[in-house]
């Protein structure tokens, strides 16, 4: 996938990058082994871990790299820090820092003091420059009452954060960092956050992989998608994290969901429901819907004897099959009508799209009206939909807020004036 990159100076270049690895399909593992049968063949395999890949990093530009487990990407960005030999041309400018595997380095043996000294100069620093900002990592990493305590000792938690703490205090041109954002608790993830939000600001240039789709949209001018070695798209951030969930999550056949063991389902049978779908603001029924648009959500039902007013309640449920939210036609529609046998019947629910990006299914439950609700039908529909566009705050909903700021204390209302009483 070709794209200009004669508009600026570049910092990193990569120009038909391939790369194969031979996988063996025997291990032998011991010197035993291979001295009892030095000349057995093992058969191996190739993999092309990456295929053609081609693009350019512009100087202080913050470039990601998205895609799913196996993709390429942490492949793709050991090539260019040189760590991988690999076929095409790659090309960098100035001096390159990696954050690729925090911790890598680490002598479990010695305390907190001798690793961070150990680890800046082998990332560039000078001895003198390490004992320098030695005080710098400790600060940040918040592990004064543990630096004199040998590694080994520490706790995962504890490790990572004395890793990244070391790893962003080398001034390098370009910096490769891979997935390393989510380290420690929710405190020092903020305290993550703000330098990365500082580097950019700097502008200083970053090619940064991750599978979090928020932190690609927040920090990157520009990013990439991989899939099976292969570029898929580049350009936009929310463009290519769009993609990710849709290439991520898959795509779920629309149409006629009619369930041909619907007598099996719940329910005593007098009506049931054939099909649920989504649609967009146009009633384009849609398997992907950007959040904060307004939605429709529709539910199609066949009435096998006369029922009155039905009522239809729909469960949207997460990735993890958990309700987020439930529609009722209770609540808005007090009588839904009188259906004959035989008659189609489709319930509608619009809303605007707050949900988190993510996969969603509906469940339907189809009851009569009155005293207790008896059940007519329970229906798991498998035609999910997608919530497409991204928001960092982590939560099952996204609220459309309006943000705002006052300077200044606020107005305290005046007291209300008592009277007093005569004894």
Known sequence: MAEDLTDRELAVLVRDVSKTFVV????RHTLKERMLHPR???NSRTFEALKDISFGVHKG????IAGRNGSGKSTLLKCIAGIYRAQGQIYRVGSISTMIELGVGFNMDLAARDNVLLNGIMLGLSPKEARRQYDEVIDFAELHDFQDLKVKNYSSGMLVRLAFSTAIQVNADVMLVDEILAVGDANFQQKCFDVFNDMRDRGKTIVFVTHDM??????CHRATLLEMGEMVCIGDPQEVADNYLELNFGRTPTGDSKDPDATQRPGDGD????EVWVEDETGERKEAVPQESRITLRVRVLFNVQVEHPAVSVYILNDEHKAVSVLNTQIWIEKTGVFEPGEEATFSFTFDNVLAPGRYSPMINLAHRGTG???????DSSSTFVVSAVRPTGGLVDLLVDAGVTRGAPQLPAANPVKELNA
């Open 24 to 27: 063996p399909e025997e291990q």
């Open 271 to 274: 009506a049931r429901v054939l």
């Open 373 to 379: 609700l008896d059940t007519m039908d329970q229906f």
């Open 40 to 42: 057995k063949k093992v």
């Open 214 to 219: 928020s932190a690609l949209v927040k920090f």
């Open 61 to 64: 530009e913050f470039f990601g």
